[in-house]
């Protein structure tokens, strides 16, 4: 089984963050209360937060995609920010005099005030 990524980039760094975060925090409860079956539970979570960030997998998610009756999504459909795969046929491209005229245009002192240029 190859499991197709269906988090987010953002998500699987927050997911490592706070695995590793519970993890430290309950084996350091775990080393002053050993009998205590609670932060045993708490650190095999983090660990498994921890590998669902790495391999950008959760199978809750795709649990949840399943019952809905979504297809399989693609890489990085989960994102907020998609790239438009599609380039606008009709984009207008500055010539080398435009873009000469706009350079010679821009004059710092105009955007920044004297005291600004002192510092």
């Not at 590998?51 to 999504?73: M, Q, W």
Request: with cysteine; charged share 25%.
């Amino acid at each position: 089984m190859n499991p197709k990524q269906n988090i987010s980039l953002i998500n699987a760094m927050i997911r490592i963050t706070l695995g590793f975060t519970f993890l430290a925090w309950s084996t350091a409860k775990l080393a002053k209360r050993p009998n205590q079956q609670s932060y045993l539970w708490i650190a095999m979570l983090a660990g498994m937060k921890i590998a669902e960030g790495i391999v950008r997998y959760c199978p809750i998610v795709a649990l949840f995609d399943n019952s809905k009756g979504h297809t399989p999504k693609k890489d990085n459909e989960h994102t907020a920010h998609k790239e438009n795969k599609e380039k606008p046929k009709d984009s207008e491209k500055a010539s080398p005099a435009d873009i000469q005229n706009i350079m010679s245009e821009f004059n710092p002192a105009t955007i920044f005030s004297p005291e600004d240029m002192k510092k």
